[in-house]
């Protein structure tokens, strides 16, 4: 019997010196010069063409676009990249085709894996707008 009631007084101060434990307040990075979240992009595979079309689009707000589409064929690490340049525009597009082109023959890449497409685009505003894909082949 003692020794229940020294296991009751012990666990009713645990209760009371130990703090409580609060979970952390969520943490959510903001875009430098934000303003209203827009699309800048819009991506689709086309199994036909071996390849991702990009579709960038308000582009009135942005200076320009990077892109860079990585991944890997036959276990070697492939990609592309490549810069738009906005002035002007309010859309633009660009084929990004999992292979190899020279003096127009084209050989595509096999057993294509971690295909990931990262797109930065630079506002006006000064704030960047970073989207990433992973593209499911």
Same mark, same amino acid.
């Given at each position: 019997? #003692?020794?229940? =009631?020294?296991? $009751? ?11 409580? *434990?609060?979970?952390?307040?969520? #943490? *959510?990075?903001? @875009? *430098?010069?934000?303003?209203?979240? #827009? =699309? ?6 086309? #199994? ?6 990009? @579709?960038?689009?308000?582009? /009135?707000? %942005? ?9 890997? %064929? ?5 990609? %592309?990249?490549?810069?738009?340049? %906005? ?12 292979? /190899? ?12 894996? =971690?295909?990931?497409?990262?797109? @930065?685009?630079?506002? @006006?505003?000064?704030? $960047?707008? /970073? ?7």
């Amino acid at each position: 019997m #003692r020794k229940l =009631s020294c296991f $009751i007084i012990s666990f009713l101060l645990t209760l009371i010196i130990v703090p409580s *434990v609060h979970a952390a307040k969520l #943490r *959510v990075r903001k @875009t *430098v010069g934000g303003g209203v979240t #827009r =699309s800048y992009s819009s991506v689709k595979l086309s #199994r036909n063409t071996n390849s991702v079309l990009v @579709t960038f689009q308000n582009l /009135t707000d %942005a200076k320009r676009v990077r892109y860079e589409l990585s991944y890997i %064929a036959n276990g070697v690490p492939q990609g %592309a990249m490549g810069t738009v340049q %906005a002035s002007g525009l309010v859309s633009d597009s660009r084929d990004l085709y999992f292979g /190899t082109c020279s003096h127009g023959v084209c050989t595509p890449h096999y057993n294509i894996k =971690s295909a990931t497409l990262i797109i @930065t685009t630079e506002l @006006t505003s000064g704030g $960047i707008n /970073t989207k990433r894909y992973r593209i499911k082949i």
